[in-house]
T-cell receptor, first 113, second 110 residues
């Protein structure tokens, strides 16, 4: 099992550009989430999904879109990048009904200039 | 609005000493998780606490949960340098939502 795979690992964008952060898991997990990590603020939930076709907003959804067309994939789209979106982004997945918590990907470090 | 507060935010301690990290949260939940993060790395699961009074121990770390007080603690016994990392608590809400604390950056000094 590869676990949770995030691509790319690093990205530099110009203000106003759009891009998609990819996240895939091969563990047949129903739950998937996107977080951003900023110094002194911990991890904040952006969007989450409880299964294919079902997504919902977390704490900080503005400026981001998600979709979940398959169980395996949960891409995060930045519509028009802003410097405030400079952050480290983590994708995570979890089996519904189990107690082990989320498994995290290795992260994507995004810089918006 | 759910709040998950950790303190201290930064902790510098000498090897061999004991200390406790606190995690307070503002909503009803009986499921709390602790994670560790090394610099530049992802998050690694440490403890899963699933009920009031739950206590888990692994090596020099012990975690506990008091759901009535909405408080979890992570106790470090006889710290060693390898424990230097950032520690996060996370509250488990409905439908897979995890809300994280701000993290505690621990540095163990020889």
């Amino acid at each position: 099992n590869a676990g949770v795979t995030q691509t790319p690992k690093f990205q530099v964008l110009k203000t106003g550009q759009s891009m998609t952060l990819q996240c895939a898991q091969d563990m047949n997990h129903e739950y998937m989430s996107w977080y951003r990590q900023d110094p002194g603020m911990g991890l904040r939930l952006i969007h989450y999904s409880v299964g294919a076709g079902i997504t919902d907003q977390g704490e900080v959804p503005n400026g981001y879109n998600v979709s979940r067309s398959t169980t395996e994939d949960f891409p995060l789209r930045l519509l028009s990048a802003a410097p405030s979106q400079t952050s480290v982004y983590f994708c995570a997945s979890r089996k519904a009904g189990q107690d082990y918590g989320y498994t995290f990907g290795s992260g994507t470090r995004l810089t918006v200039v | 609005e759910l709040k998950v507060e950790q303190n201290p935010l930064f902790l510098s301690m000498q090897e061999g000493k004991n200390y406790t990290i606190y995690c307070n949260y503002s909503t009803t939940s009986d499921r709390l998780y602790w994670y560790r993060q090394d610099p530049g790395k992802s998050l690694e699961s440490l403890f899963v606490l699933l009920s009031n009074g739950a206590v888990k121990q692994e090596g020099r770390l012990m975690a506990s949960l008091d759901t009535k007080a909405r408080l979890s603690t992570l106790h470090i016994t006889a710290a060693v340098h390898d424990l230097s990392a950032t520690y996060f608590c996370a509250v488990d809400l409905l439908w897979g939502q995890f809300y994280f604390g701000t993290g505690t950056s621990l540095t163990v000094i020889p």
